[in-house]
């Protein structure tokens, strides 16, 4: 049911992201990008696709936290589920797999931006190792209301010990 992505997964990835985008709880961001903008930002390894029935569900991808060489073993992840599959424990086998991945491809320390009130987001990520390292206070606004974002980490115990 794990697969890498395709471009031809190009239009599902997008619609499952804005579903997530819709729900003003997933990110600051509004519209989800086109695909080129998309693959820009994610990295080229990692990009996780969840299909069932021929129908692709959800995804999961990490971005650079920076171009600095100096973090190029950190990653943001991003995960989303469709509205239709949600609560069915696809994010926390995409998670489980997305941590492999970024493992097998040098990754030391991934890294999670989450509004507060995401409570399955945040309770996916301390399952999986995750831990709260700070919060950003009013960092930005959405829908013109001021949020928050709690940091979470994950550091690997295999790559960059």
């Known amino acids: 049911m794990i697969r890498n992505s395709r471009n031809s997964d190009a239009k599902a990835v997008l619609e499952i992201y804005?579903?997530?985008?819709?729900?003003?709880?997933?990110?600051?961001e509004i519209e989800a990008p086109d695909w080129d903008n998309w693959q820009a930002k994610h990295l080229p390894h990692s990009r996780l696709i969840w299909e069932q029935e021929g129908m692709v569900q959800a995804w999961a991808a990490l971005a650079p936290v920076s171009a600095r060489d100096c973090y190029r073993g950190v990653a943001e992840v991003s995960i989303y589920v469709a509205n239709g599959s949600l609560g069915q424990g696809i994010g926390s086998t995409l998670m489980a797999?997305?941590?492999?991945?970024?493992?097998?491809?040098?990754?030391?320390?991934?890294?999670?931006?989450i509004f507060p009130e995401n409570q399955a987001t945040l309770k996916l990520h301390l399952r999986h190792g995750f831990r709260e390292v700070g919060i950003r206070e009013r960092i930005a606004q959405r829908d013109g209301?001021?949020?928050n974002t709690l940091i979470l980490e994950r550091r690997s115990k295999k790559v960059g010990v």
């Open 97 to 113: 797999r997305l941590i492999e991945e970024s493992e097998r491809n040098g990754i030391w320390s991934l890294y999670s931006s």
């Open 18 to 28: 804005q579903q997530g985008l819709d729900t003003g709880e997933a990110s600051f």
């Open 145 to 147: 209301r001021w949020r």
